[in-house]
Nanobody, 123 residues
Framework: QAQLVESGGGLVQAGGSLRLSCSAS????????IGWFRRTPGKGREFVAA????????YYADSLKGRFTISRDNAKNMVYLEMNNLTPDDTAVYYC????????????????WGQGTQVTVSS
């Protein structure tokens, strides 16, 4: 039974940074990934980044690569998303999820989600 809880969201000025955390408990098999997605009213839920829980391989949306960094600390059951040079377009609710199988960038590949954490970037 997976339990995922996001934290670290808040209000930040454009150009600033935030570090989001995902506490991921429950069974993690070798093929499992933890992914970050974000939801906005105009775009729905879009892929941000993912990491293989045991291997540490990372994947990013092309538009965010180099600006966002995903990492994990398995000893603490934590996955992090470091967001730099934020713009108002990054304003969204950010979710972490657990992927059992399938493409890392597809929401249907994830079988558990956290409740989300709000990130608001002001001009």
């Amino acid at each position: 039974q997976a339990q995922l809880v996001e934290s670290g969201g808040g209000l930040v000025q454009a150009g600033g940074s935030l570090r989001l955390s995902c506490s991921a408990s429950g069974r993690m098999d070798i093929n499992y990934y933890i992914g970050w997605f974000r939801r906005t009213p105009g775009k729905g839920r879009e892929f941000v980044a993912a990491i293989s829980y045991f291997g540490g391989t990372t994947y990013y949306a092309d538009s965010l690569k180099g600006r966002f960094t995903i990492s994990r600390d398995n000893a603490k059951n934590m996955v992090y998303l470091e967001m730099n040079n934020l713009t108002p377009d990054d304003t969204a609710v950010y979710y972490c999820g657990r992927r059992r199988s399938g493409s890392y960038f597809v929401t249907d590949s994830y079988d558990a989600w956290g409740q989300g954490t709000q990130v608001t970037v002001s001009s």
